[in-house]
């Protein structure tokens, strides 16, 4: 899989985490490779939940 297709995948699954998640921004979702925990602290401060229920969350979208 190259790089154009992964960051396709992820603009897609981004639309679809904005739309469950209506308070979350582009940068709440930005992924910086060696900054993925401070992505992950702001999506589980915005929505309140543990990273386990976030997966969970984005593995049924």
Known sequence: ???TT???G???LK???KQ???DLTDDDL???EGKEDEMWGKLQ???GKTK???NKSIAEL
């Open 1 to 3: 899989m190259n790089e």
């Open 6 to 8: 992964l960051k396709g």
């Open 10 to 12: 992820w603009n897609e």
């Open 15 to 17: 639309g679809k985490i």
């Open 20 to 22: 469950a998640y209506g």
């Open 30 to 32: 930005t992924y910086t």
């Open 45 to 47: 401060q915005k929505t």
């Open 52 to 54: 386990d229920e976030i």
